[in-house]
């Protein structure tokens, strides 16, 4: 009986987990075999940012295509991860399988913020250069940089800043900052509220509406209608439905809107349509840009997958560019900090322009003013000026600029 | 001659734990090690679902909020590493005071969408006060304390074999409760509350002191979670989070022991055998809810037992099963009449 | 008083909004007790659709249709193929439900992608009307026109037609209803399927205002669940009046304190589950 009861209560649990666990076992480690460069990208392929990932690793598939997956004489395996919306542990787990069982020699990808943070601490323990194709967080390269980062991508203030100060010189004095509230807001419009007030602008409002909030109506009725100008950050289904519900409420002729790129975003711009005409925005790319880079990466693009490209796709595209282009001046060989250097150290030609990497990988490149006009039938954002190798810090030094407090700590504080 | 039988159960489970980091490789352990964490998430929830027949969807709660204040009181505070332990299970336990009576005076369905509506808020405050809780960054760069000295909890191995420890507690604790004079209480309570009230039980109070201790459980998952990726953030209140947490309790068997270790397990490891091959694991994630609800609503370990209970019985005339746990098929279908019947 | 007025008729319009988005998730659980968790996915369904619709017909009505109908396909298949199969066992048809929502969240992307996308407004309905300085979307003035009329709609056939009484008739007491030959698992699938092409309706309505993405799904699900919760559960009222009172404390909650935006929907919630476990208008269980 007492036998019974124990075989009874035991064998059970103890089959249902050796067995589990023996299916894994029995599973072959991946082969240390050190022949091809090892890429672990992972990217959101489902949850909110899914629409983003697939047009990062379209782009980075696209050029890796272009060169045979082959660079410094090694062949290049890639393992792409879905690592979901910014669950920062699934994004950790992730990068732990790509480091402890596929050995990967680089990382790559990451979309959120929160979710780069934590990759960032990760990579510094295990040595392996990071590769940052989107999150956008400032202080990846600012004041929590850390020398296995490059990014390939944007710094959130970091095109903002020549906005705030041509919106100036085109004569608006009196803004109304209106922005999601996350981290990601109050960087892209501080660096735009930053510039503009140092040249003698006013910001006389801060709106911060939830990330996610269904209806703008009761933040636009309270619109200071005093204001000639409103610089704005929404992105995805928010902009969407911040610059829809703008116009209906009859804001679009009263107070130009302004703000960054994501706000008409290529993916929404059409749906947005006549709302969204003569918004300005600030973007690193647009897909009119002509230069022979940008429109050799529109055909092939075009080709691969039967429509135009995005941002992101370019982002994602650039990444690999970057990637195989260090590894063909190191001749193949991948070492954490040194093959960090030799990224930062390389001047690319991209679709975008030309970018190079300051000393803490951020990326110093061509900032575009762009309005959004009926081009031979459809909405495009146009460009209309161009600053040149744009650098993070703008006009200050780096030692100035981060002495200064961070965006994500000036929430509430833009007015006088 | 039931502690024999229960003495002996931990040794031969302590003994696998034991022998698999010979076997796998850091990664496998790594999952492991998570789906040991899940496992007394999945403990927490069971504790309501399988003794008080409670669907929680928000167990999450527990698990993020303790996470938050470990991370929190190390970074303010500075304390010695057990004491932010300690701050930690007691945030969980005070959240559970909290919500507690807001929640226990609903049932079935009512109590699981106010344990989401909870989630939800606690996912909004840690989003929006982000001078505290670091906003949608959450809080990186939480240090594993060296909480037993001369050991270095760094090295996967080492927290591995610190989580076994911690869940073979949080197993002989939940044992210890559910086999006690209150866990048959509880069980009474949800097999017919209104029987228990009228034999002169405070029902309320028992329930109150369950819900308190799932609060705990959940926390000591929380604060596991929050060490192993040092860094707590707001998706650890996310929906998926709290479901994957149910379904493996379901799935595992409500009212079991190892249930929750089981699903735990299967969740994991499928999940990352799945990844391999597709991106869209939140189908494959639905479709386990949905043959574990229609093909094992016992969940396997009770599909098992069932079986197993009905060919000791036909055997043995006695026919004392020593608990026949009622599954949560049983006890829905209670709430049904109870409901019918109002 | 021009910004009262103006806030006053966002409340109205985002509660009309609101009332669309749960009256489908009320009916099915005033009948069957059943919480539909996969109802934001009859929303995204029935908004995907009809952008396909719409961009296919350039008819904003024909859409509508569509939504609705293939809103009703799936809670037909929902309620036939699945849910009767665990007849009676309430908390695992929830869990069943929750289940399909991760389901045909995923699918929904393989077969639209993941861009937002936003469902075109008739030409009639685009643009602004304005009265003096007041400046109101004409969209939203036909949401409040549609909300309303649903609601009456609803009421009246609850009330006053033969049908609404045989509904009442199965709400109250199931087996009385069944005892004078009321075909009740008739009756369910029919509730069943109207709440869900409903909710498909919702979600073309809903699809100019809100739009529709990945995510939606949940987004409306909560919405929906904190509205019945304020109300009561399962009464078609408690949905009408939860959602106008939702709508105001939101909409005047985000415009007079910014700072609690994250809250002006979920803490009335929990106030009034601490005040009234049932909801204002619940019945009692």
């Known amino acids: 009986m007492n036998l019974r009861r124990f075989t009874s209560r035991m064998k059970l649990p ?98 959120g913020s929160g979710a780069a943070y934590a990759v960032a601490e990760f990579v510094q323990k295990h040595k392996i250069p990071f590769v940052i194709s989107n999150a956008g967080a400032d202080d990846l390269t600012q004041r929590k940089s850390n020398p296995y980062i490059v990014r ?87 902009a969407l439905r911040f610059v829809q519900q703008y116009a209906d409420y009859g804001l679009k002729n009263k107070i130009p809107l302004t703000g960054k790129g994501y706000l008409v975003d290529d993916k929404i711009l059409q749906k947005q349509g006549a709302a969204a005409e003569n918004v300005v925005t600030e973007s690193h790319w647009c897909l009119l840009l002509d230069t022979p880079e940008n429109k050799k990466f529109k055909e092939a693009y075009q080709k691969k997958y039967g429509h135009p490209p995005t941002l992101y796709s370019e982002q994602g595209y650039l990444t690999a560019k970057l990637i195989a282009d260090a590894l063909e001046k190191t001749k193949g060989e991948v070492k954490g900090e040194e093959f960090v250097k030799v990224m930062r150290s390389i001047d690319l030609n991209a679709p975008r322009g030309k970018v190079k990497f300051d000393e803490f990988g951020a990326p110093i490149q061509n900032s575009y003013i762009r309005e959004v006009k009926k081009v031979d039938g459809s909405w495009q954002s146009v460009p209309i000026k161009t600053y040149e190798a744009v650098n993070q810090f703008w006009t200050w030094s780096p030692e100035e600029f981060m002495k200064m407090p961070a965006y994500s700590d000036m929430k509430g504080k833009w007015i006088e | 001659m039931r502690s024999d039988s229960r003495a002996l159960a931990f040794i031969g489970l302590l003994g696998v734990l034991c022998l698999l980091p010979l076997i796998l490789s850091t990664y496998y352990l790594g999952l492991v090690t998570s789906a040991l964490i899940l496992a007394i998430l999945a403990m927490s929830a069971n504790l309501l679902l399988g003794y008080l027949g409670l ?33 930690g299970l007691l945030a969980a336990v005070m959240a559970g005071a909290v919500f507690g009576p807001l929640a226990i005076r609903t049932r079935d369905i009512f109590f699981l969408v106010i344990m989401l509506a909870f989630c939800q808020i606690l996912y909004g405050i840690t989003y929006s006060w982000r001078s505290v809780t670091g906003g949608d960054d959450g809080l990186p760069g939480l240090v594993r304390p060296a909480l037993i000295p001369f050991v270095n909890l760094d090295t996967p191995v080492a927290f591995y074999f610190f989580t076994v420890i911690v869940f073979l507690i949080v197993v002989g604790v939940f044992w210890l409760v559910v086999s006690s004079p209150f866990g ?106 949905v043959c574990t609800v229609l093909f094992f609503p016992d969940g396997l370990l009770g599909t098992i037992r069932k079986f197993r209970q009905q060919g000791v019985a036909s055997v043995n005339h006695q026919a004392q099963a020593p608990m026949p746990e009622p599954t949560a098929q049983e006890s829905s279908k209670r709430l049904l009449s109870a409901s019918k019947s109002k | 008083m021009e910004f009262w007025i103006i806030q006053s008729l966002n409340a109205i319009s985002f509660a009309m909004l609101l009332f669309l988005l749960c009256a489908g998730l009320s009916l099915i659980f005033g009948l069957m007790n059943i919480l539909n968790l996969a109802h934001g996915s009859c929303y995204l369904i ?40 665990i007849y009676g066992r309430r908390l ?61 709609a609803l ?131």
């Open chain 2, 184 to 289: 048959l209480v509880l069980k009474g309570i949800r097999d017919s509350e209104v029987r228990m009230r009228v034999l002169g039980y405070n029902v309320w109070l028992y329930k109150y002191a369950a819900f308190l201790l799932s609060a705990f459980i959940g926390g000591v998952s929380g604060i596991l979670q929050a060490y192993y990726y040092g860094c707590p953030n707001p998706a650890d209140f996310s929906l998926i989070h709290s479901s994957s947490a149910l379904l493996m309790v379901i799935l595992g068997g409500p009212g079991t022991l190892f249930g929750p270790l089981a699903g735990s397990l299967i969740i994991v490891f499928v999940r990352d055998l799945v990844s391999n091959v597709t991106d869209r694991w939140l189908i494959v994630l639905g479709l386990a809810f």
């Open chain 1, 14 to 111: 103890a089959l249902v987990i050796l067995g589990v666990m023996l299916l894994f076992v029995c599973m072959p480690e991946a082969a240390k075999a050190a022949e091809p460069v090892k890429v672990g990208y992972t990217i959101s392929l489902s949850g909110v940012y899914t629409a983003l990932g697939v047009d990062l690793r379209d782009g980075f598939n696209l050029y890796m295509e272009e060169i045979g997956s082959k660079a410094g004489g090694r062949d290049i395996k890639v393992f792409v991860e879905d690592k979901g919306s910014n669950d920062v542990s699934r994004v950790l787990d992730l990068a732990k399988k790509l480091v402890e069982k596929e050995h990967i020699d680089i990382l790559a990808g990451v979309v």
């Open chain 3, 46 to 85: 029935g908004a995907y659709v009809a952008l396909s619709v719409i961009e296919w017909s350039d008819n904003f009505f024909l859409g509508l249709l569509a939504g609705s109908l293939v809103g009703g396909i799936v809670g037909f298949v929902l309620q036939r193929l699945l849910l009767q199969r």
């Open chain 3, 155 to 285: 009421w009246f056939f609850q009330e006053k037609t033969r049908w609404g009484a045989i509904l009442r008739a199965g709400v109250d007491d199931e087996q009385m209803a069944r005892a004078v030959g009321i075909n009740v698992p008739v009756l369910f699938t029919v509730v069943f399927i109207l709440g869900t092409a409903l909710t498909g309706l919702s979600g073309v309505l809903g699809g100019p205002f809100v739009g529709v993405y990945p995510g939606v799904d949940l987004e409306v699900l909560l919405l929906a669940v904190v509205v019945i919760i304020v109300g009561g559960l399962g009464s078609m009222k408690g949905a009408f009046f939860g959602s106008l009172i939702v709508a105001a404390l939101d909409n005047f909650g985000k415009a007079l304190f910014p700072e609690l935006a994250m809250f002006t929907i979920f803490a009335p919630m929990a106030i009034i589950l601490a005040l009234r476990p049932t909801g204002l208008w619940g019945r009692v269980l």
């Open chain 1, 152 to 238: 390939p991508a944007f710094v959130n203030s970091g095109g903002s800043h020549p906005l705030g100060e041509w919106l100036y010189d085109k004569g608006f004095r009196k803004a109304v900052l209106i922005g999601a509230d996350y981290a990601a807001g109050y960087e892209h419009v501080g660096g735009i509220a930053r510039t503009f007030k140092n040249k003698g602008g006013k910001v006389i409002q801060e709106i911060w509406p939830p990330l996610g909030t269904k209806d703008y109506a009761p933040y636009l009725a309270k619109i200071d209608r005093d204001a000639d100008v409103v610089m704005v950050f929404f992105a995805g289904a928010d």
């Open chain 2, 55 to 87: 669907a929680s969807v928000g167990q999450a709660t527990f698990f993020g909020v303790a996470g938050y204040a470990v991370a929190i009181f190390t970074r303010s505070v500075d304390g010695a590493a057990w004491s932010a332990v300690g701050v």
């Open chain 3, 92 to 152: 695992l048809q929830v869990l069943l439900t929750f289940g399909c929502m991760f389901i045909i969240g995923d699918v929904a992307i393989i077969i639209w992608g993941a861009d937002p996308a936003t469902l075109q407004t008739p030409e009639f309905l685009a643009g602004s009307a304005s009265l003096g300085e007041m400046v109101f979307p004409k969209y939203r003035l036909f949401v409040i026109a549609v909300g309303a009329a649903i609601g009456i």
